[in-house]
């Protein structure tokens, strides 16, 4: 007996109407990663900023005289260690604020905005 091995052509098609529905649940996920990595690295930069802050406040409670005044959202920037928000971010909050207060900031970018927190330290601290 000859007979012929492979697929029938409704095999084939059931193959392929699967894989393009596989392709067309698949596809969304991957196009739309450019605004999760958007809001993840606003995410980066405003834990930096609170970690600065953090680290800003500590040095002043220490009697550190390298703390910077920070009396406002805009001055958080001054905590990077001599850097500064990447190019596009902002950021924006209270101002006047006194020595000790704990006050939220909003880093943006491109529509993203996340939230830092942090201590405000005066120029006697």
């Known amino acids: 007996?000859?007979?012929?091995?492979?697929?029938?052509?409704?095999?084939?098609?059931?193959?392929?109407?699967?894989?393009?529905?596989l392709a067309a649940v698949a596809v969304p996920r991957f196009v739309d990663l450019s605004d999760q990595a958007e809001r993840a690295a606003a995410e980066g930069v405003a834990g930096a900023l609170s970690s600065g802050a953090a680290i800003n406040y500590a040095a002043s409670l220490a009697g550190?005289?390298?703390?910077?005044?920070?009396?406002?959202?805009?001055d958080?920037?001054?905590?990077?260690?001599?850097?500064?928000?990447?190019?596009?971010?902002?950021?924006?909050?209270?101002?006047?604020?006194?020595?000790?207060?704990?006050?939220?900031?909003?880093?943006?970018?491109?529509g993203s905005s996340i939230t830092a927190t942090?201590?405000?330290?005066?120029a006697s601290n």
Do not use: H
């Open 118 to 122: 942090f201590t405000a330290i005066g």
């Open 64 to 74: 550190s005289g390298d703390a910077e005044t920070v009396a406002s959202c805009d």
């Open 1 to 21: 007996m000859n007979r012929n091995a492979g697929f029938t052509l409704i095999e084939l098609v059931v193959v392929i109407v699967i894989l393009g529905i």
């Open 76 to 110: 958080v920037r001054l905590t990077l260690q001599g850097q500064d928000l990447p190019a596009g971010y902002d950021i924006s909050g209270p101002t006047g604020l006194t020595p000790g207060q704990v006050e939220q900031c909003t880093v943006t970018v491109d």
